[in-house]
């Protein structure tokens, strides 16, 4: 994994996501169509 910049919403809005990592994940081990169900609810 490498990550590949952060995230900025442009206006300076302090919240949860702001300044986190954007994440470039190589050789998942599933199909996305399998591991997507499982992954779209994180938080």
Sequence with gaps: ???AGR???GVG???EE???P???CH???S???VLWPELKHLS
């Design 7 to 9: 995230i900025d919403n």
């Design 1 to 3: 994994m490498a990550i």
């Design 27 to 29: 050789g998942q081990r």
């Design 22 to 24: 954007v994440w470039v």
């Design 31 to 33: 199909p996305w169509p």
């Design 18 to 20: 702001q300044g986190k």
């Design 13 to 15: 809005l302090d919240n």
